[in-house]
């Protein structure tokens, strides 16, 4: 998805999203009268303090009590994880670029549920996973947030630094980290 691709709400990400997209509408309205205006389009952030429910936390809690971490079909769907000190890195090369326009963000590789509980486990040294359903028919993976970032990695001279294992450390060590921006 590039950042010229035409905006709608489908329902994903519910009310957060639709909020996005009107809070979008609405600052572009003020940018008609003078506001300076970055649109930064995240895929799916994590990073310290990321809420206990999600995905990510839970995962790594299971992991972290030697519990299993109990997965439900489809497993090979994923998403585009990006922590959130390389959206912090994109924010200073937007002010330091003066950079008024709209950029995605993505750290570029999807990671599918399988994986992503299974890079927890490593990362942890302990737990395990467990899959329901896995003599289930398998239908294509589908994947979230694939979105286009070449604009950002050209116009701000940025990519996504920081692996998911390294920012899955980070969380568990409820540490904040901060990727270098320059």
Not at 11 to 24: P, Q
Not at 91 to 100: D, S, T
Not at 117 to 131: E, F, L
Request: hydrophobic share 40%; with cysteine.
């Amino acid at each position: 998805i590039r950042e010229d691709a035409p905006l709608g709400w489908s329902g994903l990400g519910g009310s957060y999203g639709l909020t996005k997209l009107l809070a979008e509408e609405v600052l572009r309205k003020e940018e008609d009268r003078g506001l300076a205006l970055a649109i930064l389009r995240p895929s799916s952030i994590y990073g310290h303090g990321l809420a206990d429910e999600k995905m990510i936390c839970s995962f790594l809690n299971r992991a972290r009590e030697g519990a299993s971490i109990e997965l439900d079909e489809p497993v090979d769907d994923g998403a585009d994880f990006i922590h959130a000190a390389d959206v912090a890195g994109a924010v200073v090369k937007v002010l330091e670029k003066e950079a008024w326009e709209t950029f995605n963000l993505g750290a570029g590789r999807c990671t599918s549920v399988r994986d992503l509980a299974a890079t927890c486990v490593s990362v942890v040294g302990k737990g395990s996973i467990r899959i329901a359903g896995d003599d289930e028919p398998r239908r294509p993976p589908q994947r979230r947030f694939g979105l286009n970032c070449h604009h950002a990695e050209q116009r701000l001279r940025w990519s996504a630094l920081v692996d998911l294992p390294t920012g899955l450390r980070a969380v568990l060590a409820n540490k904040v980290l901060i990727a270098d921006a320059a």
